[in-house]
């Protein structure tokens, strides 16, 4: 299995795979690690699980934890959202945390499970036939060929040779407007556990100003700037200390990292064909208000995993691999959606757009009703797989739409399922929900009865591990029943992603194999992409360099 780039949507994908026990090879362009810089710094709830399951705690452990994001308008403040659980997860909503050291914490994990990275390898070409992948890399030494049975590209925006093997297009669409982004160490009482958004304030009249708190008193402030802004200049006249000062005032502060990005929107399409699929910045740019690019990545990432692992491990049906790319360009399409009509928002294109903002801005100083238009960023949510051709739809339980801001959806099929601690026999101390169904397949009913049911009824349709729970027995103090309103005769069918399969009756066990074997590719899935022939381990061969 090879891995194409070591940022941490490459680096999550290797320990995934590796968990699943496949042997993994990783590549990147790079002499080595940066250390400097911190890039992507919000890291949410359900990518923070992600990495936990994988040892790699101290994302959560040392992120600065934040749980409300505040909008303002000038000087007055429109609304805060606070982020809601529907489960109880240990994990904070969000932290804020340095890519570069989320980085190095992956790294450590990767070390520990047997994985390096091997740097100074540029990936010139890529090609891929019945009997898996060939990836050809230029090294200082001279060219090197690596084989696997598939690959995941994670070679972030500038990866097209990624993008010509799947025959993707990566269209989309560009903002004029720059970001200026600061990253400052500074003694800022009352903002530390905060997200704050500004519209025109008096710092940056006629644009927008976002701070972000990090660990170690480091605030990350993004100013929107013009198209012809000079960073060079600014500092050499002094702007960017007058900058800093209009937000700050007299206290002492220290610029640990400043640069200036211009954002685009662009989704490749597909997202894989046949043994390579296109993993996060590879696949997908979205600008970062609502924090949808890495935290996307990673489920990316996961997604990619569970499959490949089931499809070479004969668990899957023949439309599995395949079904990455639906569902990821779904939730793709979703970001960019989403994080297109804040920028359109942010930043007006047309005279009517500029009079409806103003409108709208103006109307929620007073109104409720006009605030919850006012677009600051819809933060990161994990995507639904409502529409999949993987999932089972529910008549009872049907996808209500998306949620309002800081809720999670209701559970229904397609849906993450909440995160619960729960108490399994065989296991010491406390086992959480998602936890246990990323080992495979998981059956969850009322009574012990209907749970070994429900088991038999799905390992008809996969010889991959699957997990019965009852709830009688499992969920002593009713907080899963809870989380999912759980009611009376249900089936609920997990996937290893810990996404909901299916709600079914429990008396209906020929409807939960057929569920299984859908949720697994069995069944055709949507955006078909051509499949080689028979899938088969073609080996890893060891870099050279």
């Known amino acids: 299995m090879l ?53 790699a705690h101290a994302v959560a452990e040392e992120g600065l934890t934040w749980d409300t994001a505040r909008t303002f308008y000038r000087d007055h403040e429109l609304f805060s959202v606070g982020l809601r659980d529907r489960g109880a997860s240990p994990l904070p909503p969000f932290v804020n945390l340095s890519q570069s050291r989320t980085e190095r914490i992956l790294d450590e994990r990767m070390a520990a499970a047997g994985l390096r990275v091997h740097w100074n390898h540029e990936v010139t070409a890529i090609d891929q036939d019945d009997a898996g992948v060939r990836v050809r890399c230029a090294t200082p030494s001279g060219p090197v060929e690596l084989r696997g049975s598939y690959a995941v590209a994670c070679l972030g925006p500038h990866g097209r040779v990624a993008r010509e093997a799947v025959g993707a297009d990566f269209g989309g669409a560009s903002f004029d407007d720059r970001f200026l982004i600061c990253d400052i160490r500074a003694d800022l009482a009352g903002w530390e556990r905060e997200r704050r958004f500004y519209f025109d304030p008096a710092w940056n009249p006629g644009r927008q100003i976002l701070i972000h708190p990090c660990p170690d008193s480091v605030y990350r402030i993004d100013w ?97 691999v395949e079904s990455y790319s639906a569902e990821r360009l779904a939730a793709a399409r979703d970001n960019a959606e989403v994080t297109g009509a804040t920028m359109r928002f942010l930043v007006p294109r047309t005279e009517e757009e500029h009079a409806h903002r103003l409108r709208v801005l103006e109307s929620a100083r007073s109104d409720p009703a006009a605030a919850a238009r006012v677009d600051s960023g819809r ?42 601690p729960l108490h399994v026999e065989d296991r010491p101390g406390v086992t959480r929900l998602r936890a246990l169904a990323r080992e495979g397949v998981t059956v969850i009913a009322a009574s012990a009865h209907g749970a070994e049911a429900a088991r038999a009824a799905a390992q008809r349709a996969t010889a991959a591990p699957v997990t019965a729970l009852a709830l009688e027995e499992a969920d002593p103090d009713g907080a899963l029943a809870a989380a999912l309103d759980a009611r009376p005769g249900e089936v609920w069918l997990l996937r290893p992603d810990a996404h909901i399969a299916a709600v079914l009756d429990e008396d209906d066990t020929a409807a939960v194999t057929a569920a299984a074997d859908t949720c697994l590719g069995g069944a055709p899935a949507a955006g078909r992409i051509p499949r080689p022939g028979k899938e088969q381990d073609g080996g890893v061969l060891p870099a050279r360099g």
């Open 224 to 320: 929107q700037v013009p198209p012809d802004f000079d960073l060079e200049r600014e500092e050499a006249q002094g702007g960017l200390d007058r900058r800093i000062r209009q937000i700050i005032g007299e206290r002492p502060y220290e610029i640990v990292w400043h640069s200036v990005y211009r954002f685009h929107t662009r989704v490749a399409d597909p997202m894989g064909a046949g043994r390579v699929l296109l993993a996060g910045d590879c696949a997908h740019l979205v600008a970062p208000f609502g924090a949808r690019g890495l935290n996307s990545g990673v489920h990316d990432a996961e997604n990619a995993a569970w499959k490949l692992a089931f499809a070479l491990n004969g668990w899957g049906g023949p439309h599995l």
């Open 379 to 420: 933060l990161f949510e994990a995507f639904w797989y409502t529409d999949s051709a993987l999932t089972t739809p529910c008549a009872q339980r049907p996808f209500p739409g998306r949620p309002p801001r800081g809720e999670a959806p209701e559970p229904c099929p397609g849906v993450l399922v909440p995160d619960v």
């Open 3 to 55: 891995v194409l780039g070591a940022g941490p949507v490459g680096q999550t994908a290797a320990l995934l795979l590796a968990r699943w026990g496949l042997p993994v090879t990783v590549v990147d362009a790079r002499p080595e690690r940066e250390a400097v810089g911190s890039k992507a710094i919000v890291q949410q709830r359900d990518v923070l699980d992600v990495w936990e399951d994988l040892g």
